[in-house]
């Protein structure tokens, strides 16, 4: 299982890598280019001092969102995943959440975690996270799952395996068990499905990692081949993208991610249970995710070392 949730990282080598060429162009995108902007990625506390990559273990929130063309239409994230990585042990934690987690929202009440972007942004599902976990996050990455699609393509698409099949009449989605050569389309159903699948929001968290890790799996071994292969993936993205990252950061995070062997990912998702408030389905916070979070908050990661 630890193989199939690393999606997230792997996307964000990606997104970052093509920030930074981004910024090598623009410095300073137009007002009109941050409306368009189909994938955001950001430092989470603008004002802190960042030591250079490698020095310290790193938090990336990723966010993936559910609508729109763009970040600004979307703004409701069906994906959420930490991603924590220890440069000096050379591994990696992806952590999971459930969209349909109900939990506090700094100024809103009780309510599902997907909504706080539509609320207040990622800044605002930064501050909720942390304040729910204890974990400090760094960077973070917002793409709206429109160009989640597009992202795929660019790469030539992207092998996944399968872990049971499944139908579901929602995305149109149908595929086989074991490993299938997905398209944007296809892999954007499969993130996106929770019908005919065994946990329903669990299963759809745990296959979006499942494309993470695909990702990053073909990410690592293009650059083992020939590390020049990272300005395909930095290509990639050049367009439409809104960055604050530094470049010199973004190019360390990229480079990183690229030589991250996937074996080296243990992959989680925030356990829970269904429930029901008011008639709308939820999934309440199993007490057995604070152990989580106090381990990932010490170093990045969780489990075995």
Known sequence: MRRRRAVAFAIVA????????????DSAPSHAAKAQASLQLGVA???????????????????GDSTGRTVEESRISDSIHLIGY????????????????????????????????QYGGPQLMIQTIEDLTGIHIDYYAEVGFTPFRTII??????????????????????????KVDMSGKTALEFSRSR??????????SENQGIVLLSLLTKLHKQFSADPRTILDWIGAGLRNTQNSIPL???????????QLPPKNVNNLIVPGSVDNVGGISIVRMSSTANALFKDMAKDGLVGKK
């Open 14 to 25: 990606a997104l970052m890598a093509w920030a930074g060429v981004s910024v090598a162009r």
């Open 45 to 63: 506390h603008p004002a802190e001092h960042y030591p250079p990559i490698g020095t310290k273990p790193i938090i990336f929130l990723v966010l």
């Open 86 to 117: 220890n440069p000096q042990l050379d591994r990696a934690t992806i952590l999971g959440f459930p969209r349909d987690l109900w939990i506090p929202i700094p100024g809103h009440g009780t309510t599902k975690i997907n909504a706080a972007t």
């Open 153 to 178: 393509n660019d790469l030539g698409g992207v092998v996944v395996n399968v872990p049971y099949p499944i139908t579901d009449s929602h995305t149109r989605l149908h595929v086989k068990k074991g």
């Open 195 to 204: 019908y005919g699948v065994p946990n329903g929001d669990f299963s759809r």
């Open 248 to 258: 010199d950061q973004l190019i360390a995070l990229a480079l990183a991610a690229g």
